[in-house]
C-alpha cells in the first residue's frame, strides 16, 4: 500500500515531508498551509485539475481553445444544456480537435490529402474552415447567426418595450446604408444609443500579439468597424454605446458578454444567463449539423480526374 501511495504521489508531482522523527505533511502547489485532514481531498482535487489543466495547454494542437471553455459556455459538461449525447460528445471531441476532418487525419493515420473535399486543393479542411469559412457551408453558417440574433433581438425587445430596435437595418437619418450592425438600440426619450455587432467565430482562447484573445480582438474589430455611426450618433447628442457579442461555434461565450447584456441592453442577470446558456447550446447543436452536412454530401470533386481523392 506505501508503494502505491509513493506512485500516486509521483503521478501527481507530490511529496510528503518529514516533521520530526514520526510524521509526515503534504505540501500542495498554490496552497501555503499544510494539508490536514479536513482540507487534503479539496486541495488534491484543485491540484490535480489545475495539472491537467497546464497539460491540456501546453497541447500546440488540441490546446488552442482551451482559454476560451469557461463560465457559462462549459455549464452543459455538468447541466446537459439539453444536448442529445451526440451533440454531446460533438462538443468535446471537437474542442479537444478530434473531429475526423482530413486535416486531423493526415495528422493521425499518414493521409496524404489534407485538402477540404468540397473546395479542392486552395484550402485546408482544418475545423475552423468547416464551420466558419468553407463556402460550402455558407448557407447553414449564416442560419446559425440569423438564429442567434433572432433570440438576442427577442430578448433585447422584451426588456425595452419603449426603445427603438433596428434588426440588420440602416440608421434612417445615416445616410451611409453599407452600415448595418446587427441591433441598434436607442432610446429618444432619454437620448441613449446602443450599437451591437453579432459574432459566431471559432473558438480561440490564444493569447495574441496584442494581449488579447481571439474573442477579445473580434470585438474590437466589431466596435471600430462602426466607429463612423457612433460619432454620428454623439453628434446629435446621444449617449451611444458601442459593444460587441461574441460566441463560439463549440459553444464559448465571451465573459463580456454578460456585462453587455446587463447594463447596455437592460436584461436582468437571470435573463441574460438563460440566453446565453441557450445560445451555447444551440451553436454546438447547429455546428454539429455543418460538420455532418459537410463530410457526408459528395464531394464536388468526386470523380473527377486529378480531383483530390476523398478521405477514408
Not at 493521409?111 to 482544418?126: D, I, L, M, V
Request: proline share 4%.
Amino acid at each position: 500500500m506505501w508503494i502505491d501511495i509513493q506512485r500516486a504521489l509521483r503521478r501527481a508531482k507530490l511529496q510528503f515531508s518529514g516533521v520530526g522523527t514520526t510524521c509526515f505533511q503534504l505540501h500542495v502547489p498554490s496552497f501555503r498551509p499544510p494539508a490536514t485532514t479536513k482540507t487534503v481531498l479539496r486541495q488534491l482535487k484543485t491540484h490535480m485539475r489545475t495539472m491537467h489543466y497546464n497539460a491540456w495547454c501546453e497541447l500546440q494542437d488540441q490546446g488552442r481553445t482551451v482559454g476560451a471553455h469557461e463560465g457559462l459556455g462549459s455549464r452543459f459538461l455538468s447541466r446537459g444544456g439539453g444536448l442529445l449525447d451526440c451533440e454531446y460528445r460533438f462538443a468535446i471531441a471537437a474542442r479537444m480537435n478530434l473531429i475526423a476532418t482530413r486535416a486531423v487525419l493526415k495528422r493521425t493515420h499518414g493521409n496524404s490529402n489534407s485538402s477540404c473535399r468540397h473546395c479542392g486543393r486552395t484550402e485546408t479542411e482544418t475545423l475552423p474552415h468547416v464551420l466558419q469559412h468553407c463556402p460550402h457551408n455558407e448557407a447553414s453558417i449564416r442560419a446559425r447567426h440569423d438564429l442567434s440574433l433572432r433570440c438576442i433581438a427577442a430578448a433585447i425587445a422584451k426588456a425595452n418595450p419603449s426603445c427603438r430596435l433596428l434588426v440588420e437595418q440602416p440608421l434612417p437619418e445615416f445616410t451611409d446604408a453599407l452600415l448595418k450592425p446587427d441591433i441598434i438600440l436607442v432610446d429618444d426619450a432619454n437620448k441613449t444609443a446602443a450599437i451591437c455587432d453579432l459574432a459566431v467565430s471559432f473558438d480561440d482562447g490564444n493569447i495574441e500579439g496584442s494581449g488579447l484573445t481571439g474573442f477579445q480582438t473580434r470585438a474590437a474589430e466589431k466596435i471600430d468597424k462602426y466607429g463612423r455611426l457612433s460619432r454620428f450618433l454623439g453628434s446629435k447628442g446621444y449617449d451611444v454605446s458601442p459593444c460587441a457579442l461574441i460566441f463560439g461555434s463549440l459553444g464559448s461565450v465571451l465573459l463580456d458578454n454578460q456585462a453587455v447584456l446587463t447594463s447596455t441592453f437592460n436584461l436582468s442577470r437571470g435573463a441574460a444567463t438563460q440566453l446565453q446558456t441557450q445560445l451555447s447550446s444551440n451553436h454546438i447543436r447547429l455546428s454539429r449539423q455543418i460538420w455532418r452536412r459537410h463530410s457526408s454530401s459528395r464531394s464536388v470533386f468526386q470523380g473527377r480526374p486529378g480531383g483530390p481523392a476523398r478521405a477514408a
